[in-house]
């Protein structure tokens, strides 16, 4: 039986028990909070709302036929009735065996379902404008999609991870404009400077210059509008700055293990926008105003009127938002298309999609706006265009840091190359769970040196667990480290059932499960907590139980078992993008 079956076949059960039940039906069956409480849970609440009796009453009546033994299947030893539910207590030796065998087997592959078979996601994330590099917000960004997208994979759905560039309007034109004043011919290769941040350097340049000078804003506006007419000159100086920034981005995007399937670039886009701005207008759907500026007035919907189109023409964000979602559908036809953008667009979106509703879009349904909160440092919120912003490259080169700190304080043995190898992981490691073990919607306090921890709930915790267990199985003389050796080595399953292996086992079980929730949710924490969870029930079990000294047969389960949470910890963090080490 595969672990999934098991929910199945009980659900079967009650089927059986409850004839008179609809077709459609759906049980939910749990994990007990407590191991006292059996294996696994019923609420008869819904089932008082079918069969027009209290919740306690059919718990009762239910248990009634179990306690004379009828539709008992192998797996279940005895039902239960608690109040309002069912507890199921589990044969344990056939659920370790069934758990722990699928586990072994499968692989990199446990815990995938086909949850969303046959379903397309797109995910579009990261976003970065090419007058800046990407700061710490951006991470949380890149961290999220990506994982979501991992995520969806493990449940069968076809993702298709997106990047679109900002790489037009008023604020790239800031940049460009200083650089032109101010530039002097300066290259990132002459300055020996990344070209984000090369790039970055001139929009902070700007916001200084225009204290002193405000009228230069008007510049940068011409400046605009002679882009969106061709004007050859500033054409070629936004391609070169483009590329530098752009080459800047693939460049942290190597290094903090993020990729995508297709990049957008505004630059393409807005003018799409236009169009289907425009057909709108004659279908009478938005409307002129006397500056020539196209608006549409939303106030009955409860928003507030938008305007699409300068009075000059040109475009805002919402211009290449809706191009953007129409060519999206056009390129994929998806099921789901997903936005992973922070919270302060929150009112953006809820507007974006309204005016895709009013034109006539009824794939907008289909969109969602995974919205996240706000990322600070102890200084507080961060402003890029006074120059005072968390870029990804200083942040990294800090974590990396702190984790040779923490590295050479375990371990003084180790050559450089090593500890920089080991610092490289760990310190990715604690960012990328430290920024995904959060509720997306949860605005976030970050603390480096927090995160960083070997002890707390961190990154670096579940990778010292992983590597605790490798080291456990290294130095066991008993070697069923493949299926072909596992089939050899005969496991007693009798041997394991002690309240600590049994919380393990429980956990073990719901993996499939948590992957499933996280996906339906857009909800990587529900992941991360589960993998803390796991680490943490492994530790107390090891602290209190031998495994190495244990008599053969229930050092054989043993060993089956904590690969088994190996193999949990490496999946789960993989799904987020986190390298295990077999040594820390």
């Not at 586990?103 to 592959?109: N, R, T």
């Not at 790239?172 to 350097?201: N, R």
């Amino acid at each position: 039986m595969e672990i999934k079956k098991i929910k199945e076949e009980i659900i079967s059960l009650f089927k059986k028990a409850l004839p008179n039940l609809s077709a459609d039906f759906v049980f939910e069956i749990n994990i007990t909070p407590q191991l006292e409480m059996g294996d696994l849970t019923l609420s008869c609440f819904s089932l008082a709302k079918e069969l027009k009796k209290s919740p306690e009453k059919i718990a009762q009546e239910i248990a009634g036929l179990f306690g004379k033994k009828v539709f008992l299947i192998d797996l279940i030893d005895e039902i239960r009735a608690v109040g309002p539910y069912l507890n199921i207590f589990l044969n344990k030796s056939l659920w370790f065996e069934i758990v722990l065998q699928e586990i072994f087997i499968q692989g990199e592959k446990i815990g995938d379902s086909e949850k969303n078979k046959a379903k397309k996601f797109l995910i579009e994330y990261s976003a970065p404008n090419t007058n800046k590099p990407q700061h710490l917000g951006h991470l949380r960004n890149n961290f999220l999609g990506w994982t979501m997208a991992r995520i969806l994979s493990a449940t069968n759905a076809e993702v298709i991870k997106l990047n679109l560039i900002n790489d037009r309007g008023i604020h790239i034109c800031k940049s460009m404009l200083a650089y032109q004043k101010w530039g002097d011919g300066k290259t990132p290769e002459s300055e020996k400077i990344k070209g984000d941040h090369f790039v970055g350097q001139y929009y902070v340049l700007f916001n200084q210059k225009e204290k002193e000078n405000p009228d230069l804003i008007l510049d940068a506006q011409e400046m605009l509008k002679q882009w969106e007419q061709g004007n050859s000159e500033v054409i070629e100086l936004w391609q070169k700055m483009n590329q530098w920034a752009v080459q800047g981005f693939k460049e942290t995007y190597k290094k903090i293990g993020v990729d995508f399937d297709k990049w957008y670039f505004e630059s393409d886009i807005y003018n799409s926008g236009k169009k289907i701005i425009l057909k709108a207008l004659k279908r009478g759907l938005c409307y002129e105003r006397e500056d020539k500026a196209i608006e549409i007035d939303l106030i009955k919907d409860g928003f507030d009127k938008k305007v699409l189109l300068r009075p000059n023409g040109t475009s805002v964000y919402i211009t290449q938002d809706i191009g953007l979602a129409k060519m999206k559908q056009d390129d994929f036809n998806p099921d789901s298309s997903i936005y992973v953008v922070a919270s302060e667009q929150d009112y953006h979106f809820n507007v974006l999609f309204k005016i895709l509703e009013i034109f006539g879009f009824d794939w907008v349904k289909n969109c969602h706006h995974l919205s996240y909160g706000l990322v600070f440092l102890p200084q507080g919120k961060l402003k890029s265009r006074e120059g005072k912003t968390a870029d990804i490259d200083s942040i990294l080169a800090e974590m990396e840091q702190l984790a040779k700190g923490e590295i050479m304080s375990r371990n003084q043995n180790l050559s450089p190359q090593e500890i920089s190898s080991r610092a490289e992981k760990i310190s990715l490691s604690a960012l990328k769970f430290f920024l995904l073990k959060y509720n997306p919607q949860q605005e976030i306090n970050f603390n480096p040196k927090d995160s960083i921890s070997f002890e707390g709930d961190s990154g670096p915790y579940l990778q010292y667990t992983y590597a605790r267990i490798q080291s456990i199985l290294k130095k066991s003389p008993i070697k069923i480290l493949s299926n072909k050796e596992s089939k050899k080595t005969k496991i007693s399953y009798q041997s394991l059932g002690n309240p600590e292996e049994v919380e393990i086992l429980s956990l073990l079980f719901a993996f499939s499960e948590i992957i499933e929730k996280s996906a339906i949710n857009y909800n990587p924490s529900y992941l991360a907590h589960y993998l803390l969870k796991l680490a943490q029930k492994f530790n107390e079990f090891y602290h209190q139980h031998s495994v190495l000294k244990a008599d053969l047969k229930t050092k054989k389960a043993r060993l089956l078992m904590i690969m088994a949470v190996a193999e949990i910890i490496k999946k789960g963090l993989n799904l987020m993008g986190i390298e295990v080490m077999d040594e820390m």
